[in-house]
């Protein structure tokens, strides 16, 4: 991100970071914040990275699965999840999704 | 937090961090993320605090005022505040907004 305070999120390139999660980035000094949007029945596969993730649905239901363990997602509830946990997820209808990584996710970054 | 990983907004308990703003407060190791509903009308008074703050209006529309530029922020834009920068801002209409802070808002925590 440019310094300025203020962006637009039309100016963010959409970045589809896994098949059928279309993306907007937002890198922070300490964060990576990702604005996704997902059509019904598109799954993200089960992995894990260092960073910790904080997942908010803010529109739709996805199910994420954390340690094996399966949770419906709306705006009802979220995640806090572990560096290192294993996790997977399924948009069971089309969704808004705000995941945020902490630290920077650079490997996002060099997309 | 506690150490589980999923978690409903119901079990947080609401505080109103300023005036007319009432707030879901979700600290972890890095962060505060503070999820706000203001009705219209309600300001918060110019302030400034060392943690970088990443604002998004996913309802309505929230005039930002940060280092003395007014900018109206809505679900199209955001802001990134810089650490110690002065601002304030006053609800257009009813809102709801994601405040994350970085690092953690201790004095928040402790309310």
Not at 68 to 94: K, R, Y
Request: glycine letters at 4%; one cysteine or more.
């Amino acid at each position: 991100m440019s310094n300025q305070v203020f962006h637009k999120f039309t100016e963010i390139k959409t970045k589809e970071v896994a098949p059928g999660f279309f993306s907007k980035l937002i890198h922070t000094s300490g964060n990576t914040i990702n604005f996704i949007d997902v059509k019904q029945g598109n799954s993200i596969h089960r992995h894990q990275h260092p960073h910790e993730q904080y997942s908010f649905v803010i529109e739709g239901k996805f199910e994420l699965v954390v340690n094996d363990v399966p949770m419906v997602l709306d705006a009802e509830n979220f995640a806090l999840i572990p560096s290192n946990a294993w996790h997977s997820g399924t948009a069971i209808t089309d969704c808004k999704i705000i995941d945020i990584f902490n630290p920077v996710r650079e490997d996002y970054r060099a997309l």
